[in-house]
């Protein structure tokens, strides 16, 4: 998996939205429109987008499954999409929304036959398993989830797992810095990983690299454009 730079696109009620230590908040970035965003992240060169859709992750409903399909359908890009899935159904659902990626929960780890059917009946490329990364545990936000992280990477890469969404829980929603003793911690598992939270500029993006990942999700950085974003794609393709 070569260094991806992966802007990301927080739904809530079909609004852009960061999520904050309240849980969602709408951002008035692009005047909150989601689309705007996708185009202007397309625009910069990016050649995937990072969608999540916060209301099927806080609230367990799927609101924004139009938006989802219209950002898709976007040329020249492609959709990763996120948020709280946990089952195969709904892996099977963004897919039908033109997802070219699902990104599976952290939430869905506690349940290692339901992953395991996940990811037998997936062809490659189509998922990626989420780990979110909290005092060296995997805690999945909004849950009581509470896993030890080497055993888990473990029997992920044993299952047949393609790559690691891991996300320093700490850091998301804020410019404080890769956690990239997390992301080196968990490349030594031996799967491409792309790295979440708090990163915030080009010199993190090569901190990353650094530390053995494979790409980055960008988050408020993009969103609010302290990150110069074409020059992050246009590094990244180097």
Do not use: K
Not at 109 to 134: C, F, M, Y
Not at 198 to 227: M, P, Q, T, W, Y
């Amino acid at each position: 998996m070569p260094f991806t730079v992966l802007p990301a696109i927080d739904l809530w009620d079909g609004r852009l939205a960061l999520l904050t230590p309240d849980g969602p908040a709408r951002s008035d970035a692009f005047g909150g429109d989601p689309l705007a965003a996708a185009r202007a992240y397309v625009a910069a060169g990016a050649r995937w987008l990072h969608v999540v859709d916060m209301d099927l992750a806080f609230r367990d409903e799927p609101a924004n499954a139009e938006v989802v399909r219209a950002i898709c359908a976007m040329e020249g890009t492609r959709v990763q999409a996120s948020g709280g899935i946990r089952t195969l159904a709904q892996v099977a659902e963004l897919r039908a929304l033109g997802a070219a990626r699902v990104v599976v929960s952290s939430a869905a780890l506690h349940d290692e036959d339901g992953v395991l059917e996940i990811l037998g009946r997936s062809r490659p490329g189509e998922t990626l398993i989420a780990v979110e990364v909290d005092e060296g545990r995997i805690h999945a936000r909004g849950t009581e989830i509470d896993l030890e992280l080497a055993s888990t990477l473990g029997w992920l890469r044993a299952a047949g797992a393609e790559a690691l969404l891991v996300t320093a829980v700490d850091r998301v929603a804020t410019v404080a810095g890769p956690d990239t003793a997390l992301v080196r911690r968990v490349a030594r598992a031996g799967l491409p990983v792309l790295a979440a939270g708090g990163i915030r500029s080009l010199a993190d993006l090569e901190a990353v690299r650094s530390a053995g990942g494979s790409g980055a999700v960008v988050g408020r950085a993009a969103l609010e454009g302290s990150l110069d974003l074409a020059a992050a794609v246009a590094w990244s393709a180097v």
